[in-house]
């Protein structure tokens, strides 16, 4: 049952629609979701690259002052968590600013693309740094 829904979230409402040059609201609302929902898959891919080099490092990890090691995984959740609730309370927040108003899920479509991709970058940062 969600393939479908997928597929249907790909393929725009009104078939006239061009997310290269939007010009109606609606068609740039749904523009503006398709991007926020190419940017998290990008995240979701990369999450999954840094979880697991995380998971490798906590694995590789050596007894660290006393009986202490650190929690690379366990610390990457908790702030991912955290990211999300920050993203989604922040872009709903900026869209409040245009509540009501049919401009209103672009604004927080577009605040989600731009703080989820500095947020894929993060991501491969941690993976990047070696420490």
Known sequence: MILPLLL???T???PDWNC???MAQQEMN?????DYLAADKEL???????AAEMKRRDADSGEFMGDRKPEH???LLAAQRAWITYRDAHCASEGNAFFGGSMQPLIVSTCKTQLT???TGELRD?????G
């Open 8 to 10: 249907l979230a790909q």
């Open 126 to 130: 941690l993976v990047e740094f070696e």
């Open 117 to 119: 991709k500095q947020r």
């Open 20 to 22: 290269d040059d939007p």
């Open 44 to 50: 979701n891919a990369q999450w999954s690259v840094t």
């Open 30 to 34: 749904w523009c503006a979701h398709q």
């Open 73 to 75: 995984f366990q610390t």
């Open 12 to 14: 725009p409402p009104n």
